[in-house]
């Protein structure tokens, strides 16, 4: 048993920053254990699991942060955004969350920290 960071990461325009340009988009998400839920380790997560479905990291290096209130209803969610020449997209790229898990073999459980007084 042991305690980890835990990132919840959905990508949801995939194939927005592909080589062909107007390609299919698909929405991806899944969990992941990072070392830590800094910005830089999502970001480079993010890249990582773009780069494994077909987008490109050079067209990725404009990805940056933006505020969190104008995409979700979690505060504590970091949000990437990258567009790509000449098209806005009003979805952004990704939205990462990361947070403690207790884990045993495989197997996650997400943990809750409660106030005590």
Do not use: W
């Not at 305690?3 to 107007?22: D, E, K, P």
């Not at 698909?26 to 800094?38: M, Q, R």
């Not at 970091?78 to 009003?90: L, S």
């Amino acid at each position: 048993m042991e305690l980890v960071t835990l990132a919840h990461v959905t990508l949801h325009r995939i194939g927005s920053m592909s080589a062909y340009g107007m390609v299919e988009q698909k929405e991806i998400s899944g969990y992941h254990e990072v070392v830590d839920g800094t910005v830089d380790t999502l970001k480079e997560l993010v890249l990582s699991i773009a780069e494994k479905n077909g987008d490109l990291r050079p067209a990725l290096q404009t990805m940056v942060q933006v505020q969190a209130y104008q995409y979700s209803p979690n505060p504590q969610a970091i949000i990437f955004n990258a567009q790509p020449r000449n098209i806005h997209y009003g979805l952004p790229y990704a939205t990462c969350l990361a947070f403690p898990a207790l884990k045993i073999d495989q197997r996650y459980f997400k943990l809750d920290e409660v106030a005590a007084k």
